[in-house]
């Protein structure tokens, strides 16, 4: 990062760019934006007396003694004497150096929390200074932000200060006043407050969910500016053109003849709901949500159908190679006449392989191209591409959802869009998040599931575990058994595929167990996938590669290490691997030996419940839609201030503010955008 920006500023070199950059901190209007977690009040002083137990305060006094004892164990205890109550500080780090420095009779001021010993009131390792006479007492609240290595809370605020004073805001440019936002603080004033807030102001209104006005502020106008995003991308599309496809013919006919199952209701309705739009000039752009299992894969075929049998191309892009392989192959099987014209394309090709490839592509005799991001890079050209499905949206990074919509930037013909998404999401948040698509839901299961039985397991009981495993597979089942790490690992106390698939061996001998990881080559993993789909390995060691679409429908029992590690949808992901066939199914969550209360209630869900949407309301209201989403950096939920559930009373005000904006000043649209969206949502420039 030779070339940062970040250098301008004071003290800025090199390494400190990279230690910010590993913070998410790229620009210097990224360092204004870094708002503190929390605060500390330095401003007053607390008379020791009045110390609340557990609460953070600043104390002040004189050091009456300091000791430094190394039985039971090494600390460092000074007196402390504010002229009325004693209080204890306790080191348990410390150099000798420092025992010289809590002299006798010197002022010291210490800001931490109070606890209670035998010995009286404590605070153990609090900030602290010492000197003849104490400097004056800090005037405003004392921002503590999220840090790294060598990247100190003094350095941060510094660098954030100094940020705040260089950075051109632009606020009279991005005055959102005239359009409905009734706040009077600038993003500037809001900034300043924010970080040097005013000891009056109570912490609770400026920390996340606070409804200081600077807080308000930042968060409307991030909806506001997400909202105008989605606008100006929904109209992009309305003016843009697709290719009606309205036959039906052979292709539709080898699928329903090959299919081995009657469509469910749910997927019929949502077939016809995509046909409807498939046979419009205007691009369709349609989410499909559905279970993990509900059968999305069938229906995203149909919708290719009616592409393929129009005559036109259609690609189908999944997340993994893994999965694009997997799709392609169940694809042939589907469309045995037509074998020559489906191909697989992902980024593991020899040139010369890609290139002959390309060129049919180019041709159109290929016609169904199966693969993953691959398939919309720049040297991918189409011959009548009209139909895109996307697999498992929620896995793409934000990049390779770009590279899709910019492939067919300059073209008057769009492709109709569809996307299939497991990831649940309840209705008030797809409204906000997806407010360019149209959602189709499939809301039932193929007949015939029996309901997964979950149940939690501590770590302890493993050996157990192992031997009930004996039992079942010589009842012929077949057991995935999750681990979240590779390789073993000192400082984290997690198991690994490797260490447990060493175990397994030893319990039943190399061949029937595989293994699994990202690290294995494609061939090697598909080898692994086909063995225990065949039966000839009876146990599937695996990392969460097989988290998304791996179907192997006799596999009856998911094991799942350190369960507590996971967000409960990629739990819920995982436990979907089985459950698949006619069998009762077995879902076992081994979790540490001492589980806390958030853990175990989240656990707990999964055991209760099978329904994705419950689940991920549950998970919402225990940790918020950050998490269920799969963290921020999946670009769905691109929010840095706002919380879709918290602040969904500002949804409507914002959308109606934001639709404005784009319709009367589009040159107003695109700085809010920058200002707030570009990284994500580039592509959606007004
Ligand atoms: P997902 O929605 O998770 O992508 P898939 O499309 O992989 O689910 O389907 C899960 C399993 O259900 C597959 O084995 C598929 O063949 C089967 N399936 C799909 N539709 C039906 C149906 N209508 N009846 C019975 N089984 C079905
Ligand atoms: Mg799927």
């Known amino acids: ?116 010993s035998k010995y009286g009131l404590e605070m153990i390792h609090p900030d602290y200074e010492i000197n003849q006479k104490l400097p004056p007492l800090q005037k405003t609240l004392n921002p503590t932000y999220r840090i790294c290595k060598g990247i100190s809370q003094n350095k941060i605020k510094k660098f954030i200060q100094e940020a705040i004073k260089v950075y051109d805001f632009e606020d009279e440019a991005i005055n959102l006043n005239h359009y409905g936002d009734d706040n009077a603080l600038s993003i ?69 003849s090959m299919f081995p199952y009657e469509l469910t209701a749910a997927q019929s309705r949502v077939e016809s709901e995509i046909n409807k739009d498939l046979i419009k000039s205007e691009p369709m752009m349609r989410l499909v949500q559905g279970d993990v299992g509900s059968g999305k894969t069938a229906v995203a075929i149909l919708a290719a159908t009616k592409a393929l049998d129009s005559n036109f191309q259609a690609a189908f892009m999944a997340p993994t190679t893994l999965l694009a392989q997997q799709h392609f192959e169940n694809i042939k099987n589907f469309f045995p006449n037509h074998i020559d014209e489906i191909e697989l394309l992902t980024s593991g090709l020899t040139k010369s392989v890609r290139k002959k490839i390309l060129e ?61 998404t497991a990831t649940p999401i309840p209705r008030t948040l797809s409204m906000s998040i997806y407010a360019n698509m149209d959602v189709s839901v499939i809301d039932e299961m193929p007949p015939g599931r029996q309901p997964i039985i979950t149940s939690m397991l501590s770590m302890q009981s493993k050996e157990n575990l192992i031997s009930r495993t004996r039992e079942a597979i010589s009842k012929d089942s077949l057991i995935y058994w999750i681990c979240p790490l590779v ?44 063995k225990f789909r065949d039966g000839k390995t009876k146990i599937l060691v695996s990392t969460t590669v097989i988290e998304v679409g791996v179907d192997v429908p006799d596999a009856d029992i998911m094991i799942i290490e350190n369960a507590e590690r996971f967000g409960l949808a990629q739990l819920h992901q995982l436990r979907g691997r089985v459950g698949r066939g006619s069998k009762q199914s077995y879902c076992i969550l081994l979790h540490k030996d001492k589980l806390n209360e958030v853990s175990s209630e989240r656990l707990d869900v999964l055991c209760q419940t099978q329904d994705g949407f419950k689940i991920a309301e549950k998970d919402l209201e225990i940790r918020g839609p950050g998490e269920i989403m799969g963290a921020q ?40 955008i920058k200002r707030w969206v570009s990284g994500s949502m580039a592509y959606a420039d007004a």
């Not at 360092?31 to 007396?49: A, D, E, G, R, W």
């Not at 929620?394 to 959802?401: D, L």
């Not at 319990?507 to 993993?525: N, Q």
Request: charged fraction near 25%.
């Open 1 to 116: 990062m030779a070339n940062s920006e970040l250098q301008k500023l004071n003290g800025v070199g090199a390494a400190t760019i990279s230690q910010l950059n590993s913070l998410g901190l790229f620009t210097i209007q990224d360092l204004c934006f870094h708002l503190p977690n929390t605060y500390q009040n330095k401003t007053k002083v607390t008379p020791i007396s009045n110390l609340d137990i557990g609460e953070e305060a600043l104390i002040e006094g004189e050091v009456v003694s300091v000791q430094a004892i190394y039985r039971p164990r090494k600390m460092l205890v000074a007196k402390i004497s504010d002229g009325y109550s004693y209080l204890n500080l306790r080191l348990f780090y410390f150099h000798p150096n420092q025992t010289r420095q809590f002299q006798k009779g010197l002022s010291i001021r210490c800001y931490g929390k109070t606890s209670l």
């Open 188 to 256: 500037k004033d809001a900034l300043e407050i924010i970080h040097n807030p005013s000891a009056e102001i109570p912490i609770d209104d400026l920390i996340p969910g606070g409804t200081h006005p600077a807080r308000v502020k930042l968060l409307k106008e991030e909806l506001i500016a997400f909202q105008t995003g989605m606008v100006s991308l929904r109209s992009k599309m309305k003016t843009s053109k697709a290719e009606p496809c309205i036959e039906n013919g052979i292709w539709r006919e080898d699928f329903l």
């Open 360 to 420: 049919k592509i180019k041709l159109g005799k290929i016609k169904f191209i199966v693969g993953t991001h691959a398939i919309f890079q720049a040297d991918v050209e189409y011959c009548n591409l009209a139909l895109a499905i996307i697999d498992e949206q929620h896995r793409f990074g934000v990049n390779q959802r770009l590279a899709l919509i910019k492939k067919t930037e300059n073209q008057n013909i769009h492709p109709h869009q569809l996307t299939l």
């Open 487 to 530: 390789e073993e690992s000192e400082t984290l106390d997690l198991s690994s595929v490797t260490q447990t698939h060493e175990i397994l061996c030893d319990e039943f001998g190399e061949d029937k167990v595989g293994l699994v990881h990202g690290k294995l080559s494609k061939d090697s993993k598909n080898e692994e996938i086909d």
């Open 633 to 672: 950096q999946t670009g769905i939920v691109p929010f840095k201030y706002a919380n879709l559930i918290r602040d969904s009373r500002y949804l409507e005000e914002t959308k109606l503010i934001a639709e404005k904006i784009f319709n009367e000043d589009r040159q107003l649209a695109n700085k809010l």
